[in-house]
């Protein structure tokens, strides 16, 4: 019964996340998508802004409410 409470918690994983790895951000639970450009991408999660600053920005990635941005990053702002 364990096995199967914790896949459904990873499953259901609700926490916002930002995980950043070798020029890469990735941004679990976030709303919506404001703004995407090649020097910053903004995105919303309730009543915050979140600011990825860089160079050569772009989504490799996104599925529902995850999204992944690469390129030379240089700045996270919430």
């Known amino acids: 019964m364990k096995i199967i409470k914790k896949m459904i918690n990873y499953i259901k994983d609700s926490n916002f996340k930002i ?3 070798n020029n890469s951000v990735n941004i679990i639970n976030f709303d919506s998508i404001l703004e995407v450009r ?3 991408v903004t995105l919303k999660k309730e009543d915050k802004l979140i600011f990825i600053k860089g160079n050569d920005l772009r989504i490799d990635k996104s599925m ?3 999204i992944l941005i690469t390129g030379v990053i240089l700045k996270i702002e919430l």
């Open 64 to 66: 529902d409410r995850e």
């Open 19 to 21: 995980i950043y790895i």
């Open 38 to 40: 090649e020097d910053m």
